[in-house]
């Protein structure tokens, strides 16, 4: 059962590119158009081609749904794009809007999660959105011992950070995925004297096309949010 419906972060895709015909709109070769083009939130009608209009289960609460359709959809893209399951262990690097997400994706997925944040008053919080555990990022001993551990560490900051402790918590084979807007270009080694070449791979996304859009809605994640 249908409840409502959604505007899924953009309005328009050309639907003919073969991006669009392979399910992934928000990489229109011509150009995806952002909702907010319009009036964004504070909208109280839009117009929006049908594929970016998705249904809400009944189930869901539709005064969480926005931040699913939006930063949800950012943080379950990389969760879909490197197959994590029950067995994946996770790390996620900043603990606001879009690691509160993560983590509530990837308890419901049945994932070890370990959090990265440099605000020790938020430790009990983090815990309780359904992490494993908390490490503090600003102590290199901490992120040092955790060396070839991850399958895949999702990075949500904005901001440039002191990234080889985290490239050397990887495991072989795992990834660093970052969907924070970090303007610096990374420096990837490509080699590391501890440990080599562990075929690591070092990706980045945006948001998520349609289908898995309405996907993650059915994943059933109750959010916490603050009501103004
Ligand atoms: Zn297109």
Known sequence: ?????????RKESCQHCNACINGEQVNCENGSVPTI??????????????????????????TTAGPLLCGGITVFKPLLMHNINATSRVGVIGIGGLGHMAIKLLRAMGAEVTAFSSNASKTESILAMGADRVVNSRDPQALNALAGQFDLIISTVAVDLDWQPYFQALAPHGKFHTVGAVMKPFEVPAFQPDHGVTDAVMPGSSTGSPGQIAFVNETG???TLRQR
């Open 221 to 223: 994640i109750a959010l």
């Open 37 to 62: 083009m319009n009036k964004g939130g504070f909208a109280s009608h839009l117009r929006a081609d049908w594929q970016w209009v998705i249904p809400l289960p009944e189930s869901m609460d539709i």
């Open 1 to 9: 059962m249908v409840s409502a419906w959604a505007s899924a972060g």
